[in-house]
């Protein structure tokens, strides 16, 4: 059995979560620093190895009204990417609402903004994919 990879791309810092291998919970798994997107797409290739992941999604942000935006087309362009160097389907996911939920989490917790930074991507990446995981239920 497999693990699901859910990936927060941003354009500075990539947030990575991985599901347990019985596709039941998802967990913050890691930040890539972007230094060129081939090679944050050649860290997440190596993660898919590793972990025996058997399928990504990539959050793709939407405008409010379900339309396209600029990020979504930069996400695009890097899931294309991902795909051309795993064996797994790579799937874009609606991610609205994500990075909202993880601030407001780091908020109730009372993590300082300086903090923040080490958390929020790969925190963001565990909502998109317990979403997911949710919807295969």
């Known amino acids: 059995m497999g693990r699901i990879m859910a990936v927060d791309y941003g354009e500075r810092r990539i947030g990575i979560a991985l599901s347990d291998p019985l596709k039941i919970t998802a967990q913050p798994y890691d930040v890539i620093e972007v230094i060129s997107e081939k090679k944050a797409a050649n860290r997440i290739a190596e993660i ?54 993880a601030v407001r989490v780091l908020d109730e917790f009372g993590v300082k903004r300086e903090k923040r930074k080490k958390i929020i991507d790969k925190l963001a990446a565990t909502y998109l994919l317990e979403g997911y995981l949710e919807s295969l239920r």
């Open 48 to 101: 898919v190895k590793e972990k025996e992941v058997e399928e990504v999604i990539i959050g793709l942000p939407l405008s409010s009204t379900g339309g396209d935006t600029k990020i979504g087309e930069k996400v695009k362009v890097f899931a294309e990417l991902v795909k051309r160097r795993v064996n797994v389907p790579v799937k874009l996911v609606d991610e609205r609402m994500t990075t909202r939920g």
